[in-house]
């Protein structure tokens, strides 16, 4: 464990790396203190991290025996799945909310933010891709039901991808819809191409076959949840990458 990434798994011999870029809500202490101004309540939300990612990407790439990589600050210190000159990578409204500790945050302090967390998180992210010339990535996040203000999400899952590498994406959509107990939703509950995000930095630009995984957070709230998600998209998954 260190103050931006845990590692689990790091010598497996898979091939694949499983990523989850908003596994913690955590908020070091030299970060305001360690309080970002909201309750904790709302640091508790998807606003903070991606509740339940963590679980099964720990679970998933156990089962890949795998890699796993995830980030331990949250996502309102700053994103790890933004670019470095994204406009989000500092969140001063989230959903709603407010985040006091980031209305009036300074160039330093956002320098700071990238030097202590964001780029060691990207530089283990890159090494990790780099052990093995045939790397797969997954990306593994969670998504809430709904949005304030906004219409239900009804999908189980979504699969996000850039049009400019479906070669796993399209393959892993069509078999997850021969699930007939699941909605599948194809870049859904977003688009999955965001130039210089996480998946375009380490896999689009690298020619790594890559896919992100959105599930909806109320389907991975316990352990339990979690271990049976990993399981279920386990096996699809190498089903899907071998057919390739």
């Keep these: 464990m260190t103050l931006a990434f845990q590692i689990d798994g790091e010598h497996r011999p898979g ?30 939300r998807h606003i903070a991290w991606d509740v339940g990612a963590a679980g099964v990407a720990q679970e998933l790439g156990r089962l890949l025996d795998s890699p796993v990589i995830l980030s331990d600050f949250s ?18 409204l989230y959903d709603g909310t407010i985040i006091p500790a980031n209305r009036h945050v300074t160039a330093e302090g956002v320098e700071e933010r ?44 979504g699969v996000l991808y850039s049009h400019l590498d479906e070669r796993l994406s399209k393959p892993l959509i069509a078999r997850l819809r021969a699930e007939t107990d699941l909605c599948i939703g194809d870049n859904e509950p977003y688009s999955g191409h965001l130039p210089g995000d996480a998946i375009d930095h380490h896999a689009l630009r690298l020619g ?9 957070n109320d389907l991975i709230g316990t352990a339990e949840q979690q271990a049976h998600w990993a399981g279920r998209l386990a096996g699809i998954l190498i089903e899907v990458q071998e057919g390739l």
């Design 208 to 216: 790594r076959h890559n896919t992100l995984i959105e599930i909806r």
């Design 15 to 44: 091939r694949w790396l499983v990523t989850c870029d908003h596994a913690s809500n955590r908020v070091p202490p030299w970060v305001n203190g360690g309080d970002l101004g909201i309750p904790a309540e709302d640091m508790a």
């Design 114 to 157: 990238l030097d202590r967390l964001y780029r060691p998180y990207h530089a283990a992210y890159a090494r990790l891709a780099a052990m093995r010339p045939d790397r797969v990535i997954v990306a593994v996040h969670s998504f809430t039901p709904c949005l304030r203000g906004r219409a239900p999400r009804p999908w189980h899952v």
């Design 75 to 92: 996502r309102l210190v700053i994103d790890p799945n933004r670019g470095e000159d994204d406009p989000t990578l500092v969140m001063k």
